[in-house]
């Protein structure tokens, strides 16, 4: 029975070179491919992933959908996967969805989050998940440059030079800070896409604002020279994570 | 200047072989007295712990004291402990304090954690700090069961077996369940001490409960009797947390 399914999933990237299979390393996608190659007899199962995270990058509800030739159903996939999985990479979901479905360009929204770890010397129980900055921040600064963020705009400035795409013309719906709970400062940023590096991008200028090395409307200089030269250093893989994927109503 | 330092600590417990000094194994005693011979230029400095915990345990508020001869100040010490540990072991304060201070005896009561991860195929975020335990579970009967335990009582039943110290009896004054946020359930044990593996084997035994497999007075009669047999099996050390340490007001 040949049919699509949708695998979602939540992943520590830090043992990974990212999302994206490669022929020499260890990454989210093949070890994804190679548990359904097994699982369904095939001798290679193709996955499409709704984002393409780095290397060190984190989800919590990264999509990914494949065509699969198989007799076991839904929950003997999701049994199998959850088994073969190595425990840093767990299925939270599996379902057949109609063959349209693609889960990259079905989505309509993706929300990614950064973490920073504000503990004066650094929380051991986030690690691997934020970025320990526990430096002065000026967060009215911070919180006026983000309100300056949402929009459709042209994102060149915020994409790394390696970014091969044409179009860099996304929306984004929004932009906040969250305080955790602990010593937890997050960002959150939605758009209907992202530019390589554009999160870790906006999150090094964001700090850079934080600090009073520039100011908020550096963001919007940013933007409209398209110069990554004046943007803030890209921020570490370790504190982003890929929090969710969001799918219209008529979603194939 | 000798002097009597107090430091606490916050460690993520994965990667080492306990609290405890040992001769051939890496423990959290062994890396601090380490930190702080280097720091104070001495030969080897003793440090007495508040807890010892297991191999794998946690913490995030370890107590330890030792007598120091520097002329470092406090801040001195916190920053240099701060860079020479590694990043799993993390000092979040450094105060002097009373020569008879002793972070154990004089301690009035720690707190130590428990967490359950709920998720049914099992949170990565989680995977280092808590036990996935996706199986049904009685919540009733467990808290009937918590209910039970609070008092002054002789906790051998609870105890290893390799418990070596004589008198049993501790005073618990805390033993409950807390929902936390997203697939999380925590137990909260609080005592004026705790024997060794004894929260591992309530928690043990809770879980028999929770899935039916003991009444909830199972917990009394692990007391009456003083069976270890009767109780729960040891649950794994990853989901156990020292908490905190409280000193009396007037402590040493």
Same mark, same amino acid.
């Given at each position: 029975?040949?049919?699509? =399914? ?7 990237? %830090? ?11 260890r ?10 190659a ?16 780095? &290397? !060190?990058?984190?989800?919590? !509800? ?25 425990? +840093?990479? /767990? ?8 063959? !349209?479905?693609?889960?990259?360009r079905?989505?309509? &929204?993706?929300?990614?989050r950064?973490?920073?770890?504000r503990?004066?010397?650094? +929380? ?9 900055? $526990?430096?002065?921040? +000026? ?17 060149t ?12 013309? /996304? ?14 400062? %997050?960002?959150?940023? /939605?758009?209907?896409?992202? =530019? ?8 090094g200028?964001?700090l ?9 409307? /550096? ?6 020279t ?8 890209t ?16 979603? $194939?």
């Open positions: 029975l040949i049919r699509r =399914l949708r695998v979602d999933l939540a992943y520590d990237g %830090t043992g990974y070179r990212g999302w994206q299979v490669q022929a020499s390393a990454t989210v996608q093949g070890t994804l491919e190679g548990a359904l097994r699982l369904t007899g095939g001798d290679s199962v193709r996955t499409r992933g709704a984002g393409r995270t780095d &290397a !060190g990058v984190h989800a919590r !509800g990264q999509v990914a959908d494949a065509l699969v030739d198989t007799r076991l159903d839904d929950g003997a996939i999701a049994k199998g996967l959850a088994a073969l999985l190595p425990a +840093d990479v /767990r299925p939270t979901a599996v379902g057949t969805v109609p063959d !349209g479905f693609h889960a990259r079905s989505a309509v &929204a993706k929300t990614y950064y973490t920073l770890d503990s004066p010397w650094g +929380d051991p129980f986030l690690g691997r998940f934020a970025l320990h900055h $526990p430096y002065a921040m +000026d967060l009215d600064a911070v919180r006026a440059a983000l309100l300056l963020l949402p929009g459709t705009r042209d994102w400035g915020f994409a790394a030079a390696a970014c091969e795409v044409e179009n860099r013309v /996304r929306t984004l719906t929004d932009a906040r800070l969250e305080t955790g709970d602990g010593s937890t400062l %997050t960002f959150v940023f /939605r758009a209907d896409g992202f =530019l390589t590096y554009m999160v870790r991008n906006l999150v200028t964001l850079e604002v934080g600090r009073g090395a520039a100011a908020p409307d /550096r963001v919007v200089e940013v933007l409209e398209r110069d990554r030269g004046i943007a803030g250093p921020a570490p893989p370790k504190g982003l994570c890929l929090e969710s994927v969001e799918y219209g109503p008529s979603a $194939p």
